[in-house]
């Protein structure tokens, strides 16, 4: 399974109503992150779980939904989180 299967796996836990996800490692050839295996990834979700949270409240929920992936698989995640109705 790729990286990117698997980043879409855990975040199904989080019942997304959409989900964009898009890999932009080849952007970042040569960086440190790069050059360990670490992938740059771009997410936009839109979730009912967000519905109420601030940013970082949004951010930890993704985080913890990624668990170790994203000390070892992903190096940079840029993540736009949105409650439906933000959507």
Partial sequence: MSVM????E????????SLELIDDSHLHAGHAGARSGGG??????VS????????????????D?????MRKEIHALAIQARSPEEN
């Fill in 65 to 69: 939904a990624l668990g170790e992936m």
């Fill in 10 to 17: 855990r975040l199904a836990a989080l019942a997304p109503t």
């Fill in 48 to 63: 009912e779980c967000f519905r109420g949270k601030n940013t970082v409240a949004r951010h930890r929920i993704v985080y």
């Fill in 5 to 8: 299967d698997t980043i879409r």
């Fill in 40 to 45: 740059h990834f771009r997410l936009s979700i």
